[in-house]
């Protein structure tokens, strides 16, 4: 019989599940039991990393039996029915107390199903989102738990020890209960998507409008990623536009094919800010450009469709590339806002407590979009924690101020020359439509009153309104109520 002496366990030894249990049995105080469905998985990495000291079983009984109560195990198996598959035998196996943490990308919503079903067994379910992919798995992720307080007591310390540290602090925090580890997850992976897309038309449009090869974008990459725009995805952007293929001698990011993929945590995102009624336009494009990039089919049949040439005029290389800079950073800041509009609607909806400065400072380290200005998002929240949209803080709100006549001319400039710049223009027009005092959106809901009936509201007295239509005038106006 296997003795009880480790203090938490990894289920599923992929590359995910390998570092992760890997990271945990380097930090004092932790010896980590293992268990893969293939027990060659589970042999390798015993094999290769004695220094671990790893506790492996090879059944989940020898594997609910090495574990100190309460029992605390990690599933890192694919999101789906391996996931509820995995649950099943852990539940079968733990006891009242023990704590079951998915930290694969679950849709949060599952999240919510599994720990309601599993708190009916007397067993606490973490959805964990982990993020910073296999490097931050191994040195140090951005942890984002879910689930109960009495979870986190014991959950707390052991994900803490692993967690990246960004200015002396643990990149974990306890998110919220149930579902809200997963639906934070989510929408960093959404801001995620987005901060790539502009990346990416950063770079585009950088090459179209100067001429400059990728080696030599790569050092104003570089050069950018001294000051307010450090992140980790400029730090590898630079670094992917110095690769040079080995085959060929060409620059990587020309040989590699323009179709990008996706794993759907965007997608997620897109659909359940519609469900939300948050507009997260700039994280919708950046899905929707890489869904275009997948229609082969069809852009072949448009590729002769007539159009500009496709390059900028550019007579001061200098400031154009400023321009882009700043235009940039003005995006992102949209990216991050609607992002965040997104969890307050999400939290609100859910009734979780989730406090938005903690989460802008958990992924200051060890996520993929930890970037240096997120210091300045929690002191946003800090100073107004009711801050209804994060663009209106007084430091982004100076920053957009500063930005926006480049980032006008960059649309503009791009739209003249018919390049797609999807993310830069959608974030400028949600800038626009969130500051304008009046919108258009009242000839829609004439529209909708006229051919359904939907009712409208005043600007001059309360109430509801339908009006009765005939020709190109209005006959009778009535109060009524909505339909």
Known sequence: MVEAVANIGVVGLAVMGSNLARNLASR??????????????????????????????????????????????????????????VIDELTRVFEPGDIIVDGGNALFTDTIRREKDVRETGINFVGAGISGGEEGALKGPSIMPGGSAEAWETLGPILTSIAAIAEGEPCVTHVGTDGAGHFVKMIHNGIEYADMQLIAEAYDLIRRGTGKNPAEIAEIFTEWNTGELESYLIEITAEVLKQVDVKTGRPLVDVILDQAGSKGTGVWTVQNAL????????????????????????????????????????????????????????????????????????????????????????????????????????????????????VT??????????????????????????????????????????????LPASLVQG???????????????????????????????SEGSSH
């Not at 005029?313 to 800041?333: H, N, T, W």
Request: with cysteine; net charge negative; charged share 25%.
């Open 275 to 390: 469900d939300l009624g948050v507009p997260v336009s700039g994280i919708a494009e950046a899905v929707f450009a890489r869904a275009l990039s997948s229609k082969t089919e069809q852009r072949a049949a448009a590729s002769e469709l007539p159009g500009p040439s496709s390059t900028v005029a550019v007579d001061d290389p200098d400031a154009f590339i400023e321009d882009v800079r700043q235009a940039l950073y003005a995006s992102k800041i949209i990216a991050y806002s609607q992002g965040f509009d997104a969890i307050v609607a999400g939290a609100e909806k859910y009734n979780w407590d989730i406090k938005k400065g903690e989460i802008a400072k958990i992924w200051r380290g060890g996520c993929i979009i930890r970037a240096r200005f997120l210091n300045r998002i929690t002191d946003a929240y800090l100073e107004n924690p009711g801050l209804v949209a994060l």
């Open 28 to 85: 004092e105080g932790n010896t980590v039991a293992v268990f893969n469905r293939s027990h060659e998985k589970t042999d390798t990495l015993l094999s290769e990393h004695p220094e671990a000291e790893f506790v492996g079983t090879t059944s989940y009984e020898e594997f609910a039996a090495a574990l100190s109560k309460p029992r605390t195990a990690i599933i890192m198996v694919q999101a789906g029915k391996g996931t509820d598959a």
């Open 393 to 438: 803080a007084p430091f982004f709100t100076d920053v957009v101020s500063t930005a926006q006549d480049s980032w006008r001319r960059v649309v503009a400039g791009a739209a003249y020359a018919g390049i797609p710049t999807p993310a830069f223009s959608s974030s400028l027009a949600y800038y626009d439509g969130l500051r304008a005092d009046r």
């Open 447 to 477: 529209q909708r009153d006229f051919f359904g009936a939907h009712t409208y509201k005043r600007v001059d007295v309360e109430g509801t309104f339908h009006t009765l239509w005939s020709g190109d005038r209005s006959e009778i106006e």
